[in-house]
Structures are given as structure tokens and as C-alpha cells.
């Protein structure tokens, strides 16, 4: 069985950075593609960052200021990890987080990691 989980999130200051973290397990599969999307209270879930291939796809919002990347696709414990790495936050940018893999043909999302923005 496929699991998801994410890590990293918390509370930051306006500028400030963190670095979120997500791995599938359960799988011998390397996932085709992974993404960070995140909602914020009372918006829609949105695509923040993806990365499949050698390819990354980031929202208007936070180009030049978050970063993806992930785990070497020939390292089978970190081949489907992927990271976000989040500078110059700002308010607008808390929500929950959440890691989505596809392996295999099917969509794996992860729990949520609560990302908070505040002075």
C-alpha cells in the first residue's frame, strides 16, 4: 500500500524559509511525477510547484522564490522523495501543503503539512 507523507511545515516569519519534504513508501514503482499543491481556509487546493523528467512547472505566485527538486530517481530510498524548498515567504502563502505522486498510472496525495506565515 502506497503512503505519502510530508514534513517540514511550521510557523515563519514574513522572508523567512522552510524546506518541505515528502516520500512515498510502498512502492517498488519510481513516481512519473510529483507536485506541491496547497489550500488555503475557504480558496481551492492549487498547483504551487511539479516536477517530472527533468522538467519543473512552478505558480506565478511563487516563481523566483520556491524551488523543487528531487531525491536521486537511482537511489530506491530516495527516489521518491521530493522537497520544496520555500524563501521570502510571505502571508499569502499559508496553507496546508500537500505532496501528490503519480506511480504507476495513479495519484497518491499525502495528509497536509500546515504551513504558517505570520509576524
Known amino acids: 500500500q502506497v503512503q505519502v507523507m510530508e514534513s517540514g511545515g511550521g510557523l515563519v516569519q514574513p522572508g523567512g524559509s522552510l524546506r518541505l519534504s515528502c516520500t512515498a513508501s510502498?512502492?517498488?514503482?519510481?513516481?512519473?511525477?510529483m507536485a506541491w499543491h496547497r489550500q488555503a481556509p475557504g480558496k481551492e487546493r492549487e498547483l504551487v510547484a511539479g516536477?517530472?523528467?527533468?522538467?519543473?512547472?512552478?505558480?506565478?505566485?511563487v516563481k523566483g522564490r520556491f524551488t523543487i527538486s528531487r531525491g536521486n530517481a537511482r537511489n530506491p530510498d530516495a527516489r521518491n522523495t521530493i522537497y520544496l524548498q520555500m524563501n521570502n515567504l510571505k502571508p499569502e502563502d499559508t496553507a496546508v501543503y500537500y505532496c501528490?505522486?503519480?506511480?504507476?498510472?495513479?495519484?497518491?496525495w499525502g495528509q497536509g503539512t500546515q504551513v504558517t506565515v505570520s509576524s
Open positions: 501528490k505522486e503519480i506511480i504507476y498510472g495513479r495519484d497518491y
Open positions: 510502498g512502492t517498488i514503482h519510481t513516481a512519473n511525477a
Open positions: 516536477i517530472w523528467g527533468g522538467a519543473t512547472k512552478y505558480a506565478d505566485s
